[in-house]
């Protein structure tokens, strides 16, 4: 059982990395501002997705802790860009 | 036992995968910033939520404690954070002036209200103007009959 469980875990971690490549390829290629502010999103979510992953591989929680500040630290800058672009201010 | 929970667990880091899989075809085939945004705001996010929960059941296998809470602080700020974001980032694209693609369905609710409530807060203040200087005033006002038989106020055109 735990063979399959690491199995599922290397598989979801390597489609998670392959899907921040294929984001980062439409974050390139999109050329309207808020196309690119939601690929950026997405690929935040990803990189999240990969630390909570990373975190039952090397069963360590530290790897939680940090995905904790990221989301905390993704969801700032996101609100943040939305309102400095759309109202050509920080505050 | 344990294998039943790291059973369900892997049932939950599958369909978190799905579900990010998802919100990638949804960023790549979806038309319109809108309809995008709703993919990776709900689907895309939902991928980590269902993995929070894996890590709760890997967390509640052997009653690793600092795992579970860790598990279920993040559950929970991603249930408040991603819809959030997603609103801040959509309502900023229609004040930016991102155009949605309509196609079949020809409405624009949030254009109505704007002007709506713009039309009562111009109305507002020409009703306050109005009676500051009610002397200077008295004889350019017209009385409209409105056809659902209110009574509304304008000044006379020249």
């Known amino acids: 059982m735990i063979t399959i469980f690491t199995s599922v875990l290397y598989v ?5 990395i392959v899907l921040i490549f294929l984001s980062l390829y439409y974050f390139w290629r999109r ?5 690119r502010l939601i690929s950026a ?9 990969m630390l909570v992953i990373l975190a039952l591989i090397v069963d360590n929680t530290l790897f939680l802790d940090v995905s904790l500040g990221l989301a905390a630290i993704g969801f700032i800058g996101v609100i943040a860009l939305a309102k400095y672009i759309a109202d050509q201010q920080m505050f | 036992m344990q294998s039943l929970f790291l059973l369900i667990a892997s049932l939950f880091i599958l369909a978190g995968t799905g579900l990010s899989i998802v919100g990638f075809l949804g960023l790549k085939w979806l038309p319109d910033v809108y309809s995008r945004l709703q993919a990776t705001g709900k689907v895309g996010v939902f991928g980590i939520i269902l993995l929070s929960v894996g890590v709760f059941t890997v967390g509640l296998q052997d009653l690793n404690w600092g795992m579970m ?9 991603l249930l408040v954070v991603a819809p959030t974001a997603a609103h801040a980032i959509s309502s900023a694209a229609y004040r930016f002036g991102v155009e949605p693609e309509l196609g079949h369905s020809q409405r624009d609710d949030l ?9 009562e807060m111009l109305a507002e203040l020409d009703k306050d103007s109005r009676e500051i ?17 209110r009574v509304e106020e304008r000044p006379k055109t020249p």
């Open chain 1, 12 to 16: 979801a971690l390597a489609a998670h």
């Open chain 1, 31 to 35: 050329k309207e501002v808020f196309e």
């Open chain 1, 41 to 49: 999103d997405l690929i935040t979510n990803y990189g999240l997705a």
């Open chain 2, 69 to 77: 809470s860790r598990a279920a602080i993040l559950f929970l700020f």
């Open chain 2, 111 to 119: 254009a109505r209200d704007i002007r709506k409530a713009t039309e």
């Open chain 2, 133 to 149: 200087n009610l002397d200077d005033t008295e004889g350019q006002v017209e009385k409209l009959d409105d056809s659902q038989g």
